[in-house]
């Protein structure tokens, strides 16, 4: 598990073709991680990938072919940059929210626009995980815990900060640009919990009984 809270940006010093499958060679650049070790886990722009071999300031991971398919890691290229961000231990403070690093799909950035010292990003997420998005709620993009500000359909706007711009590969971001997108966890597991097929426990009645849930 991850918060969301990005260590820094590193940068893919290699990628070997493995078959269908890559090994991608990280630098960790800027990035104040935690000691790496054999086995440990470690997100890439959101996506959480196993440390296969590492040496102080690199570190290489296997990303399989299905990895490759459905996140951005399959457009990364020797010199581009990463977030990077070390797992949660326990007691450690969760500022952002809980991130998994099993990415949803990709959205697409429609616009950077500068806001005082921030910037003002829009960006358009695949139908199928609009539901998931809700204006003050948290979303992961390429990893970064966020706070939605407006939400329009399938569009959502975030603010980044000045420190986040510096920190993350946001201030990389333009038109067009891909990035993974996570959706809040408790957002989907919640879904589960109120289809019809799902155990009995918890369904729209309940909710409705606690104050959850309006309508009929």
Request: net charge neutral.
């Amino acid at each position: 598990m991850f918060s969301g809270l990005v260590k820094g940006v590193g940068r893919v010093a290699a990628r070997t073709d493995l078959g269908k499958d890559q090994r991608f060679t990280i630098e960790l650049g800027s990035a104040a991680l935690s000691p790496l070790a054999v086995g440990a886990s470690i997100a890439v722009n959101g996506v959480c990938l196993t440390v296969v071999t590492e040496s102080g300031d690199r570190f290489t991971a296997d990303v399989s072919g299905e990895t490759l398919a459905v996140t951005t890691l399959g457009g990364l290229v020797p010199g581009s940059r990463v977030n990077l961000e070390s797992p949660l231990r326990a007691g450690d403070p969760l500022d952002g929210h809980i991130v998994s690093g099993h990415v949803d799909g990709v959205g697409k950035v429609l616009s950077v626009e500068p806001a005082g010292r921030s910037l003002t990003v829009t960006i358009e997420v695949p139908a199928a995980l609009a539901r998931y998005v809700a204006m003050k709620g948290s979303v992961a993009v390429d990893g970064v815990s966020l706070t939605v500000n407006s939400v329009r359909g399938a569009r959502f706007v975030v603010n980044i900060i000045p420190h986040t711009q510096q920190k993350t590969v946001f201030g990389d971001y333009k038109a067009g640009t891909a990035v993974n997108i996570e959706v809040d966890l408790l957002a989907r597991y919640l879904e589960r919990l109120v289809q019809p097929d799902a155990p009995r426990g918890v369904d729209l009645a309940t909710l409705r009984e606690h104050g959850y849930a309006r309508g009929r």
